[in-house]
């Protein structure tokens, strides 16, 4: 008797065992759960590491800006906008040989700023005074602002172009010389003709301006 019992209850156990099926899809789910977590903190991991490198990256080149802020970029280029009115300008220069073409405002104005346009200078005659001399300077280099960073390509002949009250004045160069840069310049030029003087930074020389002088030729 103690023996049929016994084997009744292996009998019971063996009729209460989970299917092959079933343990198949509980180790199914479990590995899918496990790769999920494994997957999630390896591309955490990734996108800290891809954050640090960006951050160190910004930090070793100096911007200031240490993540891409869209209201930033918008504030700046609304800046660089905001610093010219084309509707004010007095006069437009030309230099075809560099394809040059830009305005210039009256010396009054708010915009005759050299770290922002071209500056018409205090001492500058405009070009419907006889023997007068237009006087424009502007930067060289590579920032957004130097707009005469092409004028070393320009030699004695060639020709600059200003439009003016309606009216065109043509000039030509005859000379080109460099100044010490001091803060002042000396202004070589034939006081008995009407003249244009353009002035900027030497190209690759910190230490000089270059200045370029034209003579009028004709008013049309």
Not at 203 to 211: A, Y
């Amino acid at each position: 008797m103690f023996t049929n019992i016994v084997k009744t209850k292996i009998d019971n156990i063996r009729k209460k065992r989970i299917s092959p099926s079933v343990v198949a899809l509980i180790g199914t789910i479990i590995i899918l759960v496990g790769g999920f977590f494994l997957s999630y903190n390896y591309v955490m991991t990734k996108k800290v590491m891809a954050y640090e490198y960006m951050n160190n990256v910004f930090n070793s080149t100096g911007e200031s800006l240490e993540v891409n802020d869209d209201e930033n970029l918008i504030k700046e280029k609304a800046d660089k906008n905001a610093v010219y009115d084309p509707d004010q300008y007095v006069g437009y220069l030309e230099l075809p040989k560099i394809g040059f073409n830009k305005g210039f405002y009256p010396k009054e104005s708010k915009y005759n700023d050299v770290d922002k346009n071209l500056l018409l200078v205090k001492e500058a005659s405009y070009p419907n005074v006889e023997k007068g001399n237009l006087i424009i300077a502007g930067h060289s280099g590579d920032a957004w602002n130097s707009f005469f960073n092409d004028l070393y390509k320009l030699s004695v002949g060639d020709k600059a172009i200003v439009k003016f009250q309606g009216k065109t004045y043509t000039y030509k160069f005859v000379n080109i010389y460099k100044a010490p840069k001091v803060g002042t310049i000396s202004i070589y030029r034939n006081s008995r003709k009407t003249t244009i003087t353009l002035v900027t930074c030497t190209n690759f020389d910190s230490k000089t301006q270059t200045i370029y002088i034209g003579e009028l030729e004709k008013v049309e």
